[in-house]
């Protein structure tokens, strides 16, 4: 199914959607919105701030894929990006753990920790006060115990002021941790396929669910995430006939990432997507924009007029002072 998706199966009244949709009700009321302050009266139009957009909340997105309505979500992990996707009408940012490695400059995901999670989430909630944002739960945050799990979460949104927080797998642990977060009024983004926190286990960056076991695993711990609460499902690097069999029979919104086509919506690592990381050229990914060309001239240029000493001029310099 290339065009004109249409909705998914089961989300008629009294369906699986109208499940969620109960379930998740009492915690879309809790999310907070963005307050703004009244203009002085009496300030001219152009004194007034502008109004954010209105965030999305965990019901918009079921009604979206009860719609048919794809969803557009970006990794982001600064002030300046997260502006410049609300800007673009984002409908969702992921602060992923993935700025481990292209902020970061580790190998992997795992050294990323709460504190940088929360440092980071914080700066992108300032930047995009409209947008909803979901904030990753990094490695070991949430494997331990249900409680340490609740804990890392709730500091993530209440320092960070997210949305909802997104963990890996679908295994009975991690599912009663899905239980309790949502349980205590969190929402929860569920992660299957290739789970980067798990790459040494499975054996590198490879595409999972291929054979037959590992398809139907990938079916039953989707059914079960869904079960336990979840609001959405990222699938990454996964076949896309099985990825568009997962997203049909779920009533939970799923993200894909090298998942094909048949996802109720996509997502990418922002870097990766605006051509900043020219080594990185996996099947899946396409550059919407050439960030690394400009900012490499941009910074040689800069160079080159300091060493010059064309840069300052005049135009770059205060007069006066002079005796």
Not at 138 to 143: D, E, G, I, R
Not at 168 to 194: K, Q, S
């Amino acid at each position: 199914m290339t065009q004109g998706r249409r909705p998914a199966r089961g989300l008629t009244p009294g369906g699986p959607f109208s499940i969620v949709r109960r379930r998740l009700r009492g915690i879309s009321r809790g999310i907070p919105t963005a307050r703004w302050p009244p203009p002085p009266k009496g300030a001219p139009v152009s004194a007034q701030p502008n109004s954010p957009p209105r965030r999305r909340t965990v019901r918009d997105f079921l009604e979206m894929k009860r719609r048919g309505e794809r969803i557009a979500v970006l990794t982001c992990y600064d002030v300046l990006f997260a502006r410049i996707l609300e800007e673009a009408g984002v409908d969702m940012i992921l602060v992923g753990d993935s700025l481990g490695q292209v902020v970061l400059g580790h190998d992997s995901t795992l050294p990323v920790t709460v504190e940088a999670m929360i440092h980071h989430a914080g700066a992108v909630r300032r930047g995009a006060p409209g947008t909803f944002v979901v904030v990753d739960l990094p490695f070991l945050s949430y494997q331990i115990s249900p409680e340490e799990a609740l804990r890392n979460a709730g500091r993530i949104m209440v320092e960070a002021g997210a949305e909802a927080v997104k963990l890996e797998g679908g295994d009975p642990r991690t599912l009663e941790t899905v239980e309790r977060l949502v349980a205590a009024g969190i929402p929860v983004m569920g992660h299957l396929g290739l789970t980067p926190q798990s790459v040494h286990a499975l054996g590198g960056y490879r595409v999972q669910g291929r054979e037959g076991e590992a398809a139907e695993r990938l079916r039953q711990e989707a059914r079960a995430l869904q079960e336990a609460g979840c609001f959405s499902l990222v699938l990454e690097l996964i076949p896309g006939p099985l990825a568009e069999e997962i997203s049909e029979a779920s009533a939970i919104p799923t993200i894909g990432i090298g998942a094909g086509v048949g996802c109720d919506g996509q997502v990418l690592v922002l870097p990766d997507a605006l051509g900043m990381n020219p080594g990185f050229t996996p099947r899946f990914l396409k550059r919407f924009a050439d960030l690394h060309g400009p900012a490499l001239e941009g910074a040689r240029a800069y160079v080159r007029e300091v060493r010059e000493g064309s840069y300052p001029g005049d135009d770059h310099t205060f007069p006066g002072g002079g005796g």
